[in-house]
């Protein structure tokens, strides 16, 4: 079993000189569920955002597993390793980028947000969320509206619908307002 390497650890694209996208990012803290994670690779590879996995994970993350949860879009997803929450919020505090948080017990409504370029939106573990403190060094909290009684979405499916409401009002779907697209 070949493990992928730790710490801040970009996908081969970045290591062989291709720019990290920056219009919009997706940070997945200590996910829990590999399907969830591929998922959201393949939403990367689709969409054009790039995703920061923060470890430790609820899983052992390596190539064979990442290959097949992402299946055959992993080669166009890009994704960074972070051996920890410090290492990723020293990576968001050097690229100055605004960490939105996606919960259910937020205010803002995700559709209400103004998102701007450069955002990271980070989901927490499926299991737990994230942690009082990483909560706090949130720039802002988000949630998106559900029925009364419907606790929460997967967290695959709550980021799709915040990376595509951010992308919307970015104007930043492949193909819309980017001619290399």
Known sequence: MTLLQ????????FAAGTPPLDLLRLALYQPDI???????????????????????????????????????????????????????AAALA???????????????????FPFQAGDTIMVGRESSGVPREVAERAHARIRIPMRAGARSLNVALA?????????RQLDGFPGEGDEQA
Not at 94 to 112: I, P
């Open 6 to 13: 730790s710490t801040i650890t970009p996908h081969a694209e």
């Open 34 to 88: 590999p399907q969830n994670a591929g998922t959201l690779l393949r939403l990367s590879a689709c969409l054009g955002v790039a995703v920061d996995i923060i470890e430790p994970c609820g899983f052992v993350l390596d190539e064979r597993k990442v290959r097949r949860a992402g299946m055959d879009y992993i080669d166009q997803a890009r994704y960074a390793r972070h051996s920890s929450w410090e290492s990723f």
């Open 94 to 112: 050097a690229e100055g980028r605004r960490l939105v948080l996606l919960t259910t017990g937020a205010e803002m409504r995700h559709d209400r």
């Open 159 to 167: 980021a799709s619908v915040a990376t595509a409401e951010a992308l």
